[in-house]
């Protein structure tokens, strides 16, 4: 179906109807969905590696032979800076006997004593069951802080008050995650506008594309197996809303300027699709397709974001071309008010670029020395991209939210009075016959602070040692500690050793995003490349903008690194730069998308120079806008207290902005007017004859 039949759908005299009962069904049938979202959300994922990493194999030859294992452990903690009294430890007597009503099988482990005899902490399994543990865990965290004696500092820690302390600290935060969201794409919308109507009108669209998207999301997550968790729901909100909004701010704007040329409001938006369709939905394909490159990761948290965004994009694309377009049209111009366009016969005659003042003085500031503009815009990127240096890859435990939570506490508690490794060990799994030498191999690795008794299976084929380390679970040093480890029991012949445990999972966490890395950031960077290529019809051109875009994204970690370390989080959760990565090339990409699109269709008019200058002019202020419309949305992320979901935020945050601001405005126009028309080679745009007349102009926008 060729762009002008799909443009008079929705901008239709009856088409509109068409297009609104269709909507209506749809929202009908996709809210009471959206509202189940929550059902299936497994953050399971979130700290999930892959099957063959040698934690997961070591996880799952404990859980088949040692069943107990499958409980996640509860660990109190008590300390007085003065030393323990009588009534400290009677308290502690008392804790472990109410504690062991909510302890698998009633196991509480005895107390142990910190050498200074200032702490004392004792440990327990939890239910398997989550609705079990939760409860559990709540009640022991109560009886903690209920009835202490003065001055006894306790804590409650291990992964069951971990897992606890992350959906406590998450209760309510989706709420306020949309409102946030929408409550900023909402003010943003009334400035751009300075309609008292209008801004309402893109706001509800939005709302109805993000149900769409909860829908299908909770469909494909009921019947078809796709990941969901806390961290990709978060993201499908903002993905829905900025670019959905975005795509809403460039319609609207060439729906007003087909206004004043068209005294048919239903032509003026069958103009305005046509003429923004190609554009658009080269923008969606640029993002969903970049996001759906996240299925080659081996990390399933990684791997489960890509579908979920691609979804919350199909859908911002499909309500933003059929449901607004047919909103528009119904209410009318007065929409407009008290800006309303009006029909001006000689309107299709005139130079709009006029109406444009701000952005025709840059447009001139970048056309009379377009080499000094690039350069020093590329010299202000890569200054900005030495701010890298404040941030190091790798979050500790106890850095993952924005307060203290009670098992960050007890982990503190843990570290001053216990060698560091004791609430994490080393686990190692081996063949029962061949114990010793595990035990003996694993007492001579340096950094190895203290090796356990061996327990054997039920079945007596497999034993488990615990192998305290040396330094912090989270640390570089534990994490090397591992790898010496590894390699001393992997020698033993027979043995079939395994090592897992906490700092295990981190050493192959970190190994899994590197390999993601490398693989996927050359992949999106091939994708965008020839869906440019395609857009564009130009080798050079595309050429052109992956520079531009990659020089952006270092200039956003380095200038995110500075706002991160004033913030207090330099420390980088390990997936970061590779999803900040691919949401600053597929989302930046956008803004050089839509003035280039519109650079080419100019050119092919009045050449490329004025061509260049007339597309930044015309489209300068709407892009803009969009750029802070998406840019405010995902700094929305701050309002939730888990670090990476605010390092995201703020990293995508400053990356877009930069694509707006210099980038898109400064950048790339300079860039191609010093090249010249050889920026369209080998297209016909680079030929020194151009044409005199127009191509239908599909892929404009302004």
């Given at each position: 179906?060729?762009?002008?039949?799909l443009?008079?759908v929705p901008?239709?005299?009856?088409g509109r109807y068409?297009a609104?009962a269709?909507w209506l069904?749809?929202?009908?049938?996709a809210?009471?969905l959206?509202?189940?979202l929550?059902?299936v959300?497994?953050?399971?994922?979130l700290?999930a590696l892959p099957?063959?990493?040698?934690?997961?194999?070591a996880a799952?030859?404990?859980e088949?032979?040692?069943?107990?294992?499958?409980?996640?452990?509860?660990?109190?903690v008590?300390v007085?800076?003065?030393?323990?009294?009588?009534?400290?430890r009677?308290r502690?007597d008392a804790?472990?006997?109410?504690?062991?009503?909510?302890?698998?099988g009633?196991a509480v482990?005895?107390?142990?004593p910190g050498?200074?005899?200032?702490?004392?902490?004792?440990?327990?399994?939890?239910?398997?069951?989550?609705?079990?543990?939760?409860?559990a865990v709540g009640a022991?965290?109560?009886r903690?802080v209920?009835?202490?004696?003065?001055?006894?500092r306790?804590?409650l820690?291990?992964?069951?008050?971990?897992e606890?302390d992350?959906?406590?600290?998450?209760?309510?935060m989706?709420?306020?995650?949309?409102?946030a969201?929408?409550?900023?794409?909402?003010?943003?919308l009334l400035?751009t506008y300075?309609?008292?109507v209008?801004?309402?009108i893109?706001?509800?669209v939005?709302?109805?594309?993000?149900?769409?998207a909860?829908a299908?999301?909770?469909?494909l997550a009921r019947?078809?197996?796709?990941?969901v968790?806390?961290?990709s729901?978060?993201?499908?909100?903002?993905l829905?809303?900025?670019?959905g909004?975005?795509?809403a701010?460039?319609?609207?704007?060439r729906?007003?300027?087909?206004?004043?040329r068209h005294?048919?409001?239903?032509?003026?938006?069958?103009?305005?699709l046509?003429?923004s369709?190609g554009?658009v939905c080269a923008?969606?394909?640029t993002?969903?397709i970049?996001l759906?490159c996240?299925?080659?990761a081996?990390?399933?948290?990684?791997?489960?974001?890509?579908?979920?965004?691609a979804?919350?994009?199909?859908?911002a694309?499909?309500a933003m071309?059929?449901?607004?377009?047919?909103?528009?049209?119904?209410?009318?111009?007065?929409?407009?008010?008290p800006?309303v366009?009006?029909?001006?016969?000689?309107?299709?005659?005139r130079?709009?670029?006029?109406d444009?003042?701000v952005?025709?003085?840059?447009?001139?500031?970048?056309g009379?020395?377009?080499?000094?503009?690039?350069v020093?815009?590329?010299?202000?990127l890569?200054?900005?991209?030495?701010g890298?240096g404040?941030?190091?890859l790798?979050l500790p435990d106890?850095?993952?939210f924005?307060?203290?939570v009670?098992?960050?506490?007890?982990q503190?508690?843990i570290a001053?009075?216990?060698?560091?490794?004791?609430?994490?060990?080393?686990?190692?799994l081996a063949?029962?016959g061949?114990?010793?030498?595990?035990v003996?191999?694993?007492?001579?690795?340096?950094?190895?602070?203290e090796v356990?008794?061996?327990?054997?299976s039920?079945?007596?084929h497999w034993?488990?040692?615990?192998a305290?380390l040396?330094?912090?679970p989270?640390s570089?040093?534990a994490?090397?500690?591992?790898?010496?480890?590894?390699a001393?029991?992997?020698r033993?012949?027979?043995?079939?050793a395994?090592?897992?445990?906490?700092?295990a999972t981190l050493?192959?966490?970190?190994?899994?995003?590197?390999?993601?890395?490398?693989l996927?950031?050359?992949?999106?960077l091939?994708v965008v490349l020839?869906?440019?290529?395609?857009?564009?019809?130009?080798l050079?051109a595309?050429?052109?903008?992956?520079?531009?875009?990659?020089?952006s994204y270092?200039?956003?970690?380095?200038?995110?690194?500075?706002l991160?370390?004033?913030?207090?989080?330099?420390?980088?959760f390990?997936?970061?730069p590779?999803q900040a990565?691919?949401?600053?090339?597929?989302?930046g990409?956008?803004?050089?998308?839509?003035?280039m699109?519109?650079?080419r269709e100019?050119?092919?008019?009045?050449g490329?120079?004025?061509?260049?200058?007339?597309?930044l002019t015309v489209t300068g202020?709407?892009?803009?806008?969009?750029?802070l419309?998406?840019?405010?949305?995902f700094?929305a992320?701050?309002?939730?207290?888990?670090?990476?979901?605010?390092?995201t935020?703020?990293?995508v945050a400053?990356g877009?902005l930069l694509?707006?601001?210099?980038v898109?405005s400064?950048l790339v126009?300079?860039?191609t007017?010093?090249?010249?028309?050889?920026?369209?080679?080998?297209?016909?745009?680079?030929r020194?004859?151009?044409?005199t007349?127009?191509?239908e102009p599909?892929?404009?926008?302004?």
């Amino acid at each position: 179906m060729s762009w002008q039949r799909l443009a008079g759908v929705p901008s239709g005299r009856r088409g509109r109807y068409a297009a609104l009962a269709l909507w209506l069904v749809l929202l009908a049938v996709a809210g009471p969905l959206a509202l189940r979202l929550g059902e299936v959300q497994d953050n399971s994922t979130l700290g999930a590696l892959p099957a063959g990493a040698e934690s997961s194999r070591a996880a799952q030859r404990a859980e088949a032979a040692f069943p107990e294992s499958r409980r996640q452990l509860a660990i109190a903690v008590y300390v007085r800076d003065s030393g323990l009294t009588a009534a400290d430890r009677a308290r502690v007597d008392a804790d472990r006997a109410e504690f062991a009503r909510y302890a698998e099988g009633g196991a509480v482990s005895p107390p142990v004593p910190g050498a200074d005899g200032k702490a004392l902490l004792f440990s327990l399994p939890v239910s398997t069951d989550d609705d079990a543990r939760a409860e559990a865990v709540g009640a022991m965290k109560d009886r903690l802080v209920d009835g202490a004696p003065p001055g006894l500092r306790t804590a409650l820690t291990g992964d069951a008050a971990a897992e606890h302390d992350v959906f406590d600290a998450f209760g309510g935060m989706d709420v306020a995650l949309l409102l946030a969201t929408a409550g900023t794409v909402a003010l943003l919308l009334l400035i751009t506008y300075r309609s008292p109507v209008l801004w309402l009108i893109p706001l509800l669209v939005v709302g109805v594309a993000n149900q769409l998207a909860g829908a299908a999301v909770y469909l494909l997550a009921r019947y078809a197996d796709l990941a969901v968790d806390f961290q990709s729901r978060n993201i499908l909100t903002v993905l829905v809303f900025g670019v959905g909004v975005d795509y809403a701010l460039l319609l609207i704007a060439r729906y007003r300027e087909e206004l004043r040329r068209h005294a048919d409001r239903h032509a003026a938006m069958a103009v305005a699709l046509r003429r923004s369709y190609g554009a658009v939905c080269a923008s969606a394909a640029t993002v969903a397709i970049g996001l759906l490159c996240l299925l080659a990761a081996d990390l399933p948290a990684t791997r489960g974001l890509g579908p979920v965004g691609a979804i919350g994009i199909g859908a911002a694309l499909l309500a933003m071309t059929t449901l607004l377009p047919a909103v528009l049209v119904l209410f009318g111009r007065w929409l407009f008010w008290p800006f309303v366009p009006r029909y001006s016969a000689a309107a299709a005659d005139r130079d709009h670029a006029a109406d444009h003042g701000v952005w025709r003085r840059i447009a001139g500031l970048v056309g009379g020395r377009p080499r000094a503009v690039w350069v020093g815009t590329a010299a202000a990127l890569v200054a900005l991209g030495l701010g890298i240096g404040n941030l190091s890859l790798g979050l500790p435990d106890d850095e993952s939210f924005t307060t203290e939570v009670g098992s960050v506490a007890g982990q503190r508690l843990i570290a001053a009075h216990y060698p560091q490794g004791m609430a994490a060990p080393a686990e190692l799994l081996a063949a029962a016959g061949a114990a010793d030498q595990v035990v003996a191999a694993a007492r001579a690795v340096p950094g190895v602070a203290e090796v356990g008794r061996p327990q054997r299976s039920a079945d007596g084929h497999w034993v488990r040692v615990p192998a305290v380390l040396a330094g912090a679970p989270d640390s570089a040093a534990a994490r090397d500690t591992v790898d010496r480890l590894r390699a001393a029991v992997h020698r033993l012949p027979d043995a079939q050793a395994l090592v897992g445990g906490r700092t295990a999972t981190l050493v192959d966490e970190q190994r899994t995003v590197t390999r993601d890395t490398r693989l996927i950031i050359p992949l999106v960077l091939a994708v965008v490349l020839v869906i440019l290529v395609l857009l564009l019809r130009s080798l050079i051109a595309p050429l052109l903008l992956m520079a531009s875009v990659v020089l952006s994204y270092v200039a956003a970690m380095g200038a995110a690194g500075l706002l991160l370390d004033a913030l207090g989080h330099p420390h980088l959760f390990v997936s970061i730069p590779l999803q900040a990565f691919l949401f600053l090339v597929a989302l930046g990409v956008d803004y050089t998308i839509f003035l280039m699109t519109r650079a080419r269709e100019e050119a092919a008019v009045i050449g490329h120079r004025a061509g260049m200058l007339r597309a930044l002019t015309v489209t300068g202020g709407v892009i803009t806008s969009a750029g802070l419309v998406l840019a405010a949305t995902f700094g929305a992320l701050l309002v939730l207290p888990l670090v990476p979901s605010v390092q995201t935020g703020v990293i995508v945050a400053v990356g877009i902005l930069l694509d707006t601001l210099l980038v898109r405005s400064l950048l790339v126009p300079a860039l191609t007017l010093d090249l010249g028309a050889r920026t369209w080679w080998p297209g016909r745009l680079s030929r020194p004859t151009q044409p005199t007349t127009p191509p239908e102009p599909v892929l404009a926008i302004a």
